[in-house]
């Protein structure tokens, strides 16, 4: 007859014992081997112990872990597992959308974060003078939470998946000093997954913006239409969006300027009616035209001569 196992403690002088005192099957059962792998959306990466750490089939834990430091302890803390483990299995994409287009919110109306020179803001700005390239921002993360088809949203990122690090740097365009910028080239995938959260920010653009968008990647792929949601559009522009091998997007507009309705050169002279028509006219014309001041705006026609 098999021996009933001892009773599991958890030594008060390391948090980490107790992962040396399981079993291979029990391991297994907490899901430890090797291609399981820590959620990223709640935990930090793992670091490497190489070949010095404590072993059991692949599972290892890095001896350079403090116990006495629980900022440097992998994973979430043991208080706020349960509450975690909730709202991944309840989570999806869409709504993890909306929530990254929330905390976005957030910091811009914290404030003090800039604004990137020749971002999609500007662009639009541009297009449309006298209008505020922040004003631009924060409208279009309102869209991104709001307003854009959410599926729409989701379809692209599953097609083409980005991290919420690249999302942040996209929706934000924040201003980043000369000193804190890459300097290293980065490669394809994560060139990719940099325009794929530009993707999802032009979506939100267009919706918040009310300009519909035409964006040029210089791919052979035909361009980006992103139409404008729920209103009557202010307008069509056309942009050419780069990505350099250090991941730095810049836009530049294909489409002119709106032109102004009027400048104070071009304004249309008035003049009055009651000069124009003189004593013509009934004396209830003419008490409106003393009582309302009329102007007669443009030139006169002459109508059934």
Known sequence: KKAPAAPFTTPASDSRAWQQSLSERQLKQLGAQPHNQLLRTISLPVTDPGDSGPRKKGFSVDPNLDPAKPSRTVGVPDSQRLVAAHLVATSNDSGTIQQEFEAAAVMDRRGNLGLQQNSLYQAIAAFRPGTDPAMHRADTITAGRDKIQLETAVEMRQDNPYENGHFVKAVLAPMVPAGQQRTGPLDAAEIARIAAAHDVVELAAATGTKIELTVHDGSDDPPKQYPVRGAKPLGRLAVERTIDSHG????????????????PSQAPSAQSMRDMLGNRGGRPFQNAVRTYSLQQVGTPVTVGQ
Do not use: C, D, F, N
């Open 248 to 263: 730095r997007v810049t836009y530049k507009s294909l489409t002119p300027p709106e032109a102004s309705p009027h400048t």
